[in-house]
Nanobody, 124 residues
Framework: QVQLVESGGGSVQVGESLRLSCAAS????????MGWFRQAPGKEREFVTA????????LYLDSVKGRFTTSRDNTKNTVYLQMNSLKTEDTAVYYC?????????????????WGKGTQVTVSS
């Protein structure tokens, strides 16, 4: 079992930055690929980014490329999502998720473990 807890969400203005953290416990996170998803009100949960167990490979949603960066520190069992140049359309609840392996990283059902999410609100 892996427990995931997100933190770092908040309310910011357009153009500002936030860094989300996802702390894992239960098993070493270094064995898992990690993903970030988000869900805006009235919308489906969508893939944002993923990072491989050693951090060598990453994937991004096209609309966040160049603005968001995912990273991980396996010694701290923590994954990060640095979000710069935030836009109003980035407003959502952000979730981290974990899966063994590196399969269908953009697909929700590919992940075995989920956190409860952290709210990000971007206003103009």
């Amino acid at each position: 079992q892996v427990q995931l807890v997100e933190s770092g969400g908040g309310s910011v203005q357009v153009g500002e930055s936030l860094r989300l953290s996802c702390a894992a416990s239960g098993r070493t996170v270094g064995a898992y690929s990690m993903g970030w998803f988000r869900q805006a009100p009235g919308k489906e949960r969508e893939f944002v980014t993923a990072i491989s167990p050693a951090g060598r490979t990453t994937l991004y949603l096209d609309s966040v490329k160049g603005r968001f960066t995912t990273s991980r520190d396996n010694t701290k069992n923590t994954v990060y999502l640095q979000m710069n140049s935030l836009k109003t359309e980035d407003t959502a609840v952000y979730y981290c998720a974990a899966q063994l392996g590196w399969r269908s990283m953009r697909v929700r059902s590919a992940y075995q473990y989920w956190g409860k999410g952290t709210q990000v609100t971007v206003s103009s």
